[in-house]
Every structure is written in structure tokens, then in C-alpha cells.
């Protein structure tokens, strides 16, 4: 089994009150049954050992209680809270509750030490740009193959549509791409921070759910968060010739009331690993390839065309040949990681292009 860390860009990884104890992390039936009487509230944020509780409505800066030695906290986690006696106390975190949905990530696909980006969410929203669709669809297909493996829905967001001029290459592009994941159950919208296109259908995507943004530095994460979340002011960065800055370096959920939704806006992630997945499973979290029987599911793993009876977008077969041969390790990372350092995705958008190499650049700021 894969070690389990949790994500915060690799900043919130260690604190001094989980460290594990000498004596170990047995607890007696009495701690237990004390535990257990205190209410359940939800971690907001994780920014380098302080930890931010939602507890009946009030959001308390909180530290680790002893019986927590050992035992990680992420964003969406639900926990157990015994609040502030008074004024200059600070609410201890007791107990982490079991999750029920993860999106982890491993640095590498030959990796196997798995890290903790959200727990508990919804549904993670993949921002790509407009601009730049082939250095972010191959990202985007890791993203939706660990949600799938984690308990998530999976969307797609296409920001900076306003780069994209009507009727142009790029337009029909984008119209492509949201037309073959919509086909597999995919939602999508396409957006730009920058003019308000598009805002309202994303808002509807996100309405009553937790939902957790994922994308590479420089794609409009934060731009889109801050249009979203009245109030919220989080620092966006200028791009430069490999990329945005990350400006968004600790997880944060935020509420957005009148729609009933959470957000939560992750650092920027240049890489994401499938190595917590074993490559025989892979085909589960393809949707076109989930339900056939084992042997054609080997035969397609082996290079062979899938049966009349099986609908899979030419360019979705190339990817999930690509993911196993990383996952067997016949294929380094390098040749396909997420097309901006290898010469783009090679035509990933599907619309016969191919990567041109190229990383998003001369506009200032996010989109």
C-alpha cells in the first residue's frame, strides 16, 4: 500500500504537534468516549502548522490536542473540536473523522508515496487557459483519473476564454474539448475572469457542493476565486515565460452563501503523479473502459482496438496508453508530464494540432 501524506505544496508537512508519540497512540475506552461526546467541525484551512476550524458557525484558530500525535489534517477534513475555554485559549482538535473522499497526487508516476491535496470535497474543478489547452489537458486527464480513484467528481473549467477570438482556431478548440468530456459526463464551462464570461454557469457547477480548484500556476485559479468569493482579495501573480508564480501557497476554503457552495483554492501544481495507483486498475477510472470484461480490457491494454461495441475518443485511447505505460514504468515522465517541458502534449486538444513547446506568455498577470 502507498504511504499517505497530506498536500499543502509540500509547506504544511511538518508541525510540532504530530509528531508521533513515544508511547504510542493507543488511547483508552474512557479518552475515547470522551472524544466522542464533542461536536464534529470542518478544517478551513492548513497553513504551516496552524490550523483554521469551522465549529458551529465560528471559524477558530486551533491547535493539536496529544491524542492527534501521529495524525494529519488537510483541508475538508471533518474533525473533532473542544472549543476555547476563554478569551486567550485557542480550540484544540481532538480526532480526525473518517474521510470520505481524497484527491492525492504522487510527485512522480514511479512514486508510490501518495500526498494529500483535499479531503471530503465534492468534486474538483480543473482551470486550464484558453490559451495554452495542449500544456493543460494532460494535466487535466491525471486530475480526473485521481478523482475518479478518490471518490470525486471531476469538471473542467477553460479560463482566459476572452484570448480566444470568435470563430478562431482556438475557439473551436475550446467548444472541442468540452464537447469530449461532456460525451463521458464531464461538465465544463468556459470563462474569463478577466470580462465575467461564463461566471454564471460556473457558479451553477459549483451551487451546494465543496468543490476544489486545481490547475497549474499562472491558469486564473485565484483570479476566478476572487470573482467568485465576495470579499476575498488573495494575491494573484504575474506569469512569466515558464508559468505564473505561486502566489497561493496553503489551501483555503471559503464559503460563498448564496450559493450555498465552498471553494477551495490550492497552490498552483506543476506535476501529478499516478503512482498510488496500481496500473491494472487504471482502466476503472476511464469511463469508456470501466465496464468490460477482463480480457478485453487486456487485449486494449496490449495495444489492441477496441471492439465495435466500445465508443472511446481516439485522443482519450492514446492518453490511457500513455498513463498505463508510465504507470508499468515503459515510459519515463518526461516524454508526457504535462506538455511544458517536452514539447507540449502532443495534440492532446484533438483538434490536430500539435504541442508547439511554448509555456503561456506576455500577459500580466492571471486572466
Same mark, same amino acid.
Given at each position: 500500500?502507498?504511504? $499517505? ?9 511538518? #508541525? ?18 470522551? $472524544? ?37 489534517? *488537510? *483541508? ?25 473522499? *481524497? ?24 482551470? $486550464? ?51 469530449? #468530456? ?6 465544463? *464551462? ?78 498552483? $501544481? ?98
Amino acid at each position: 500500500m502507498p504511504r $499517505i501524506h497530506d498536500d499543502h505544496d509540500l509547506l504544511e508537512d511538518d #508541525y510540532d504537534e504530530v509528531r508521533p508519540s513515544r508511547r504510542g497512540r493507543n488511547l483508552s475506552v474512557a479518552a475515547k468516549e470522551r $472524544i466522542a461526546e464533542h461536536s464534529a467541525g470542518r478544517v478551513v484551512q492548513v497553513d504551516r502548522g496552524h490550523v483554521s476550524v469551522l465549529y458551529e458557525g465560528v471559524e477558530y484558530l486551533a491547535r493539536f490536542a496529544g491524542s492527534m500525535r501521529g495524525v494529519k489534517v *488537510v *483541508v475538508g477534513d471533518r474533525v473533532r473540536v473542544k472549543p476555547p475555554r476563554h478569551e486567550t485559549d485557542l480550540a484544540r482538535v481532538i480526532q480526525r473523522l473518517p474521510r470520505e473522499t *481524497v484527491l492525492a497526487r504522487t510527485g512522480d508516476d514511479d512514486l508510490e508515496d501518495e500526498r494529500i491535496v483535499v479531503a471530503n470535497a465534492d468534486q474538483v474543478v480543473v482551470v $486550464i487557459g484558453a490559451d495554452y489547452l495542449d500544456g493543460g489537458v494532460g494535466f487535466l486527464e491525471r486530475v480526473l483519473v485521481a478523482a475518479s480513484a478518490g471518490g470525486l467528481r471531476g469538471a473542467v473549467c477553460v479560463n482566459k476564454c476572452d484570448l480566444a477570438a470568435a470563430g478562431s482556431p482556438d475557439t473551436a478548440a475550446v467548444e472541442g474539448l468540452l464537447a469530449r #468530456y461532456a460525451a463521458i459526463g464531464v461538465a465544463g *464551462v468556459a470563462v474569463s475572469a478577466h470580462t465575467g464570461e461564463g461566471l454564471e454557469a460556473l457558479r451553477e457547477l459549483l451551487a451546494g457542493r465543496w468543490s476544489a480548484f486545481a490547475g497549474h500556476s499562472g491558469v486564473g485559479k485565484t483570479s476566478l476565486f476572487n470573482q467568485l468569493v465576495p470579499g476575498v482579495d488573495r494575491e494573484v501573480g504575474d506569469i512569466g515565460r515558464r508559468g505564473g508564480r505561486h502566489t497561493t501557497v496553503a489551501a483555503r476554503a471559503e464559503h460563498v452563501a448564496d450559493i450555498d457552495a465552498w471553494l477551495v483554492d490550492t497552490p498552483g $501544481i506543476r506535476s501529478f503523479g499516478l503512482g498510488g495507483l496500481a496500473p491494472e486498475d487504471l482502466a476503472d477510472h476511464f469511463t469508456e473502459l470501466a465496464g468490460l470484461d477482463r480480457e478485453v480490457r487486456q487485449a486494449i491494454e496490449a495495444g489492441g482496438e477496441p471492439p465495435a461495441s466500445v465508443t472511446i475518443d481516439p485522443v482519450r485511447l492514446r492518453t490511457f496508453r500513455r498513463f498505463l505505460a508510465a504507470l508499468r514504468g515503459d515510459e519515463p515522465w518526461d516524454d508526457f508530464d504535462d506538455g511544458r517541458s517536452d514539447g507540449g502534449s502532443g495534440g492532446l486538444v484533438g483538434d490536430g494540432r500539435e504541442g508547439d513547446g511554448s509555456a503561456p506568455g506576455g500577459v500580466e498577470g492571471e486572466q
